[in-house]
């Protein structure tokens, strides 16, 4: 394969890129300098030295030392751990954080489950957030928030995450809450505005 071929195959993996946005990706790196290219492959290879999936929360981070497991959330002894938020995408965390609406600590799924999906594992972390649950528990959990977005793949990944979390919620008698209506249908987390945030907060059920 020739090296714009291969560049295109490689673009047409991003979220929402197609064939032809891939093409004309690849033919304005060979029209750029010859610098941007260069500080296009430095930071992608930063990107993987310096930022790291967080062992608690699975959002990435960006490291200020080599020996951090766990991000500046997790790390914050001022977090409220009574609550877990749970969220789709680390978008989420970063709009919530900006919104500062919240202290507790996160949960990032890493996205979300399609209607008809027979093996859940493979589109969200359930097995680490399985694994993570019961040390929460340790640390005083008494509620999990679902603030999953307002789509089909959002609701599926709610009322399938509601039915999971339910034994153990009844034995540890911690509370699973969504977020209130107040989100219009077909809204997502990360475009949400800080007052509409506010009071699907608020009104959790
Ligand atoms: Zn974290």
């Known amino acids: 394969m020739n090296p714009l071929d291969k560049l295109t195959e490689l673009f047409k993996e991003f979220p929402g890129i197609g064939p ?3 093409r004309r990706f690849a033919y304005f790196l060979l029209a750029r300098n010859g610098g941007f290219s260069e500080e296009l492959i430095e930071s992608i290879k930063k990107l993987r030295k310096e930022i790291r999936l967080c062992s608690s929360c699975f959002r ?3 490291l200020s030392n080599t020996t951090e497991e766990r991000c500046s959330i997790c790390r914050n002894p001022n977090r409220e751990t009574a ?3 749970i969220v789709s995408h680390d978008n989420d965390v ?3 954080e900006k919104i500062g609406l919240f202290n507790g600590l996160y949960f990032v799924l890493g996205g ?3 209607i008809l999906e027979k093996e859940p ?3 969200i972390r359930l097995k680490e957030l399985l694994h993570t649950i019961p040390e929460k528990i340790k640390q005083g959990l008494s509620e999990v928030i679902l603030a999953l977005d307002l789509n089909p793949e959002g609701e599926h990944t709610e009322i399938f995450l509601k039915k999971t979390l339910s034994p153990l919620s009844e034995t540890h008698k911690f509370k699973v809450s969504t977020l209130g209506r107040g989100l219009s249908t077909g809204t997502e987390i990360e475009y949400s505005d800080a007052e509409t945030l506010k009071n699907a907060l608020k ?3």
């Open 20 to 22: 032809r946005q891939a």
């Open 60 to 62: 990435y981070f960006s």
């Open 83 to 85: 609550s877990l938020m």
């Open 94 to 96: 970063d709009h919530m």
């Open 112 to 114: 979300s489950l399609p």
């Open 121 to 123: 594992e493979k589109k």
């Open 203 to 205: 009104n959790r059920s």
